[in-house]
């Protein structure tokens, strides 16, 4: 069969891995967002399943796969909402209701989804070549014979680096979730603004869930982002809280995951199970390495994340 | 517009918040014009802090009226505030320390424009810190300043963002007596130049010497606004308290006698102490310390140079990276709390509420701590309730400690009525040593007053104590010698009935001064 070592091969495992790595990055830049805001959202996983559930479900029944996508930010930024009203106005705890709203949205997905498992998907997004780049040698095939959802990705990635670090909002963002009572200090409306970005974040993570439903995958399955919500959790850190560098490392988990499927293609003898463990693992490795008090510190986590703000009472 | 017709730049009348059953600010009047110096002074708890949060927008006032430059304002956030030119340096920096100089000054500003423009900042704040004398590198990340450039850069980025209305939450509670004087006269010439500022503070002397009137409260209300040039410490302190201060603050008055000072032996033995900060940095660097029986050593120091490091290396909380500290001659560096517990070391931390006495626990529980382990407290592995009662109802009649009851939370207490209940924990099973930080910060007159007592029996009953403190003028009370910190190391140790504060300043400063210990 395939000689796994060939150029042939490594191109069409790269070109696997874009759009596999694109779901993660959605998922990923919209995690980023609302850690920047200080607020960390452990649902990602939930709203990528509500948004592949949401997405498959409007394209199906109206034909559309934008549509599709637009629902699936909807439905993603809906579930976020949830999230928002307990961590920044009730000032629940975090993680907690992060869990929840993962094990909530699966659940719900699963629910709502059972008539569509196996459904043949009418509309989604097939692969366009972009004109005279798709004729670059090897690049052209890898990098521009995707869907529209990762073409949108290659748009968002600089957009939200230039957002970040070099506009004003993306200032106050970044004040956001190092120093809550200096934005409010300064006039911001933390509260406002933590909502906003918390929804845009699961939104985001909404359209990742559709661009497995939508594009890599089309169809639904229950349960069919697989734990991509964690490892999108997993590359914030890994990518420092920066939309470049996350977009690396979303590229090489879909890297992993694509080679993992060739690997088996190509009669590599090795246990599928070792293959599927591994983005786990590597995720599993991130979180340690990240999470040691010294790291965070040097790799600049926001210093008030996971912290609710409340505006000190009694002067 | 003639003088006389200029409204003034704050008017609060009847401004009145409350806290659940606390009443903060009871019908307050308060009024600044432009061009003024207008010190607002009061005990802890007085309310000055929630008066200016409510002028800032941070607090909607319960009852009252705010007008700014005669027009009624009514704040619903402190965006409302800014937008009329009203500027705040609060006690803890408003700084995000990751960004630039610049990059703070815009963050919520409200000019046009997305792009993020940091040069034109950086020329704006130039100009503005040539013109006013007061510079600072704009580009340079805040956690690379000092707390006397941040306090400028604070200051910088009000007149920045357009504001006339400065007020100040006791700025000079984390500066040396030179940083101090500095900026007196910085906030003179602010109000020459026309601006209002408004000055928060309890110390006194600074009061008199930059202020231009003083508005007294007591207790949530306004009780007298007074011209500095009419007034003096004694009058202003007998509004803030509302009676004379009891004799005993002033080391003249005190009646302690300094016994046998010249063969004491030797309790707390420090030599080449090191340790690291909080951030992983060296906090000491060799620090070299005696604590001798029935002596008061203070630590003077600028807050954030080692004082906290210092304390809780010698009680075990901070491991030690170099260096030895012996307590009675027995090596205790790096044993557990615990140990040094039972080796007669007792402890007043800094951060009382968090590290010496647990907010969400009765008063009993917390009491007992140092000894429910052992009878008769304990029976086995049992708790005994009832003696446990009894040793905590002693405890606080003892020591005057005014609560609800004994099963109260200690989150419930005041400030100096927990200050107390700690002290009475730790001196109750008489330490050879007490390592006291900021014991009388946070804590009402009365209080303060009960606690300078405790540390002086400490001494008479021959105890060695190792007193950190902010507060130049108690440490000038109560020690026998001060030892002051800069930057991790002792810069030198003064007998304490030979300096004066202009002397600890210099030191503090990090600056030798020429005759050394004087």
Same mark, same amino acid.
């Given at each position: 069969?395939?000689?796994?070592?060939?150029?042939?091969?490594?191109?069409?495992?790269?070109?696997?891995?874009?759009?596999?790595?694109?779901?993660?990055?959605?998922?990923?830049?919209?995690?980023?967002?609302?850690?920047?805001?200080?607020?960390?959202?452990?649902?990602?996983?939930?709203?990528?399943?509500?948004?592949?559930?949401?997405?498959?479900?409007?394209?199906?029944?109206?034909?559309?796969?934008?549509?599709?996508?637009?629902?699936?930010?909807?439905?993603?930024?809906?579930?976020?909402?949830?999230?928002?009203?307990?961590?920044?106005?009730?000032?629940?705890?975090?993680?907690?209701?992060?869990?929840?709203?993962?094990?909530?949205?699966?659940?719900?997905?699963?629910? /709502? *989804?059972?008539? %569509?498992?196996?459904?043949? !998907?009418?509309?989604?997004?097939?692969?366009?070549? +972009? $004109? #005279? &780049?798709?004729?670059?040698?090897? /690049? *052209?095939?890898? %990098?521009?014979?995707?869907? !529209?959802?990762?073409?949108?990705?290659?748009?968002? +990635? $600089? #957009? &939200?680096?230039?957002?970040?670090?070099?506009?004003?909002?993306?200032?106050?963002?970044? !004040?956001?979730?190092?120093?809550?009572?200096?934005?409010?200090?300064?006039?911001?409306?933390?509260?406002?603004?933590?909502?906003?970005?918390?929804?845009?974040?699961?939104?985001?993570?909404?359209?990742?869930?559709?661009?497995?439903?939508?594009?890599?995958?089309?169809?639904?399955?229950?349960?069919?982002?697989?734990?991509?919500?964690?490892?999108?959790?997993?590359?914030?850190?890994?990518?420092?809280?920066?939309?470049?560098?996350?977009?690396?490392?979303?590229?090489?988990?879909?890297?992993?995951?694509?080679?993992?499927?060739?690997?088996?293609?190509?009669?590599?003898?090795?246990?599928?199970?070792?293959?599927?463990?591994?983005?786990?693992?590597?995720?599993?490795?991130?979180?340690?390495?990240?999470?040691?008090?010294?790291?965070?510190?040097?790799?600049?986590?926001?210093?008030?994340?996971?912290?609710?703000?409340?505006?000190?009472?009694?002067? | 517009?003639?003088?006389?017709?200029?409204?003034?730049?704050?008017?609060?009348?009847?401004?009145?918040?409350?806290?659940?059953?606390?009443?903060?600010?009871?019908?307050?009047?308060?009024?600044?014009?432009?061009?003024?110096?207008?010190?607002?002074?009061?005990?802890?708890?007085?309310?000055?802090?929630?008066?200016?949060?409510?002028?800032?927008?941070?607090?909607?006032?319960?009852?009252?009226?705010?007008?700014?430059?005669?027009?009624?304002?009514?704040?619903?956030?402190?965006?409302?505030?800014?937008?009329?030119?009203?500027?705040?340096?609060?006690?803890?920096?408003?700084?995000?320390?990751?960004?630039?100089?610049?990059?703070?000054?815009?963050?919520?500003?409200?000019?046009?424009?997305?792009?993020?423009?940091?040069?034109?900042?950086?020329?704006?704040?130039?100009?503005?810190?040539?013109?006013?004398?007061?510079?600072?590198?704009?580009?340079?990340?805040?956690?690379?300043?000092?707390?006397?450039?941040?306090?400028?850069?604070?200051?910088?980025?009000?007149?920045?963002?357009?504001?006339?209305?400065?007020?100040?939450?006791?700025?000079?509670?984390?500066?040396?007596?030179?940083?101090?004087?500095?900026?007196?006269?910085?906030?003179?010439?602010?109000?020459?130049?026309?601006?209002?500022?408004?000055?928060?503070?309890?110390?006194?002397?600074?009061?008199?010497?930059?202020?231009?009137?003083?508005?007294?409260?007591?207790?949530?209300?306004?009780?007298?606004?007074?011209?500095?040039?009419?007034?003096?410490?004694?009058?202003?302190?007998?509004?803030?308290?509302?009676?004379?201060?009891?004799?005993?603050?002033?080391?003249?008055?005190?009646?302690?006698?300094?016994?046998?000072?010249?063969?004491?032996?030797?309790?707390?033995?420090?030599?080449?102490?090191?340790?690291?900060?909080?951030?992983?940095?060296?906090?000491?660097?060799?620090?070299?310390?005696?604590?001798?029986?029935?002596?008061?050593?203070?630590?003077?120091?600028?807050?954030?140079?080692?004082?906290?490091?210092?304390?809780?290396?010698?009680?075990?909380?901070?491991?030690?990276?170099?260096?030895?500290?012996?307590?009675?001659?027995?090596?205790?560096?790096?044993?557990?709390?615990?140990?040094?517990?039972?080796?007669?070391?007792?402890?007043?931390?800094?951060?009382?509420?968090?590290?010496?006495?647990?907010?969400?626990?009765?008063?009993?529980?917390?009491?007992?701590?140092?000894?429910?382990?052992?009878?008769?407290?304990?029976?086995?592995?049992?708790?005994?309730?009832?003696?446990?009662?009894?040793?905590?109802?002693?405890?606080?009649?003892?020591?005057?400690?005014?609560?609800?009851?004994?099963?109260?939370?200690?989150?419930?207490?005041?400030?100096?009525?927990?200050?107390?209940?700690?002290?009475?924990?730790?001196?109750?099973?008489?330490?050879?040593?007490?390592?006291?930080?900021?014991?009388?910060?946070?804590?009402?007159?009365?209080?303060?007053?009960?606690?300078?007592?405790?540390?002086?029996?400490?001494?008479?009953?021959?105890?060695?104590?190792?007193?950190?403190?902010?507060?130049?003028?108690?440490?000038?009370?109560?020690?026998?010698?001060?030892?002051?910190?800069?930057?991790?190391?002792?810069?030198?140790?003064?007998?304490?009935?030979?300096?004066?504060?202009?002397?600890?300043?210099?030191?503090?400063?990090?600056?030798?001064?020429?005759?050394?210990?004087?």
């Amino acid at each position: 069969m395939n000689d796994i070592t060939s150029i042939a091969f490594l191109t069409s495992v790269l070109a696997a891995a874009i759009p596999a790595g694109t779901a993660i990055l959605y998922a990923c830049l919209g995690e980023l967002l609302c850690e920047r805001a200080g607020v960390l959202n452990l649902g990602v996983e939930g709203m990528m399943l509500m948004g592949a559930l949401g997405g498959f479900a409007v394209a199906y029944h109206t034909e559309q796969a934008w549509l599709g996508a637009i629902a699936a930010f909807a439905v993603g930024g809906a579930l976020a909402s949830i999230h928002a009203l307990l961590v920044v106005s009730l000032r629940a705890n975090q993680v907690v209701s992060g869990l929840a709203l993962t094990l909530f949205g699966s659940g719900l997905s699963a629910f /709502l *989804g059972r008539d %569509l498992v196996g459904r043949p !998907a009418p509309a989604s997004f097939g692969k366009v070549a +972009v $004109p #005279l &780049l798709s004729d670059i040698p090897y /690049l *052209g095939s890898i %990098l521009f014979r995707q869907d !529209a959802l990762v073409y949108v990705s290659y748009g968002l +990635v $600089p #957009l &939200l680096w230039w957002f970040v670090f070099r506009t004003r909002p993306g200032l106050n963002l970044r !004040a956001l979730g190092e120093n809550p009572a200096t934005a409010d200090a300064m006039g911001l409306n933390v509260a406002a603004l933590r909502y906003g970005y918390v929804i845009a974040g699961g939104a985001l993570a909404g359209v990742g869930g559709a661009a497995i439903s939508l594009a890599t995958n089309p169809g639904w399955s229950e349960n069919m982002t697989a734990g991509r919500g964690w490892i999108a959790v997993a590359l914030v850190i890994f990518g420092t809280w920066n939309p470049a560098r996350a977009a690396f490392g979303a590229y090489l988990f879909g890297g992993v995951e694509a080679g993992q499927f060739r690997l088996q293609g190509a009669g590599v003898p090795i246990s599928s199970f070792y293959l599927s463990m591994l983005p786990y693992l590597f995720t599993i490795a991130v979180l340690i390495l990240a999470s040691r008090e010294t790291a965070r510190r040097r790799i600049g986590a926001p210093a008030a994340l996971g912290r609710p703000y409340v505006r000190e009472e009694r002067g | 517009m003639h003088a006389a017709t200029v409204p003034h730049a704050i008017e609060m009348i009847g401004v009145t918040k409350r806290f659940g059953p606390v009443v903060a600010n009871d019908g307050v009047d308060f009024a600044a014009r432009p061009g003024e110096v207008h010190a607002l002074v009061g005990e802890n708890g007085a309310g000055k802090s929630t008066l200016m949060s409510i002028l800032a927008g941070l607090y909607h006032p319960d009852a009252g009226v705010l007008s700014i430059h005669g027009e009624p304002v009514e704040f619903r956030s402190p965006r409302d505030a800014i937008d009329c030119g009203i500027g705040m340096v609060y006690q803890h920096f408003m700084l995000v320390d990751s960004f630039t100089v610049a990059e703070n000054a815009i963050l919520g500003a409200r000019d046009a424009g997305i792009v993020l423009d940091t040069a034109s900042a950086e020329r704006d704040l130039a100009r503005l810190g040539e013109r006013y004398g007061l510079k600072v590198d704009s580009r340079a990340r805040v956690w690379q300043l000092s707390v006397g450039e941040q306090q400028r850069v604070e200051i910088v980025r009000l007149l920045y963002r357009g504001a006339k209305i400065l007020v100040f939450d006791e700025p000079t509670a984390v500066l040396t007596p030179q940083e101090s004087a500095d900026l007196i006269r910085t906030l003179r010439a602010m109000a020459a130049e026309g601006f209002c500022v408004v000055f928060i503070s309890h110390k006194l002397d600074e009061v008199l010497a930059v202020a231009d009137r003083v508005t007294v409260l007591r207790r949530g209300r306004a009780v007298a606004t007074v011209e500095a040039r009419t007034t003096d410490r004694r009058a202003l302190a007998r509004l803030m308290v509302g009676r004379d201060l009891l004799p005993g603050t002033s080391r003249s008055d005190s009646m302690v006698p300094h016994t046998g000072k010249d063969i004491r032996e030797t309790i707390l033995e420090i030599r080449d102490l090191r340790a690291n900060g909080d951030k992983g940095l060296p906090a000491l660097s060799g620090v070299d310390l005696d604590v001798h029986a029935g002596e008061i050593l203070g630590v003077a120091g600028v807050a954030g140079n080692g004082q906290r490091e210092l304390a809780e290396t010698i009680t075990g909380l901070r491991p030690v990276t170099g260096g030895r500290v012996r307590v009675n001659g027995t090596d205790m560096t790096n044993r557990p709390p615990g140990d040094i517990a039972r080796a007669g070391v007792a402890h007043v931390p800094e951060d009382r509420l968090g590290t010496g006495l647990v907010p969400g626990a009765d008063l009993t529980d917390n009491a007992i701590m140092r000894r429910y382990r052992r009878a008769p407290l304990a029976r086995g592995p049992f708790l005994v309730r009832r003696a446990a009662a009894v040793f905590t109802d002693r405890l606080l009649a003892a020591h005057d400690v005014i609560a609800p009851g004994r099963t109260a939370p200690v989150r419930n207490l005041s400030g100096g009525n927990q200050q107390k209940l700690l002290l009475a924990r730790e001196l109750a099973g008489e330490p050879q040593l007490l390592v006291a930080v900021h014991p009388t910060r946070g804590v009402d007159v009365g209080a303060a007053e009960t606690i300078h007592r405790l540390l002086r029996e400490q001494q008479s009953r021959g105890a060695a104590t190792l007193l950190i403190s902010e507060d130049l003028d108690e440490l000038l009370a109560l020690a026998d010698r001060i030892a002051v910190l800069y930057e991790g190391r002792i810069m030198g140790i003064v007998d304490a009935r030979a300096t004066d504060p202009d002397h600890l300043g210099l030191l503090m400063a990090g600056i030798a001064p020429a005759a050394a210990s004087a």
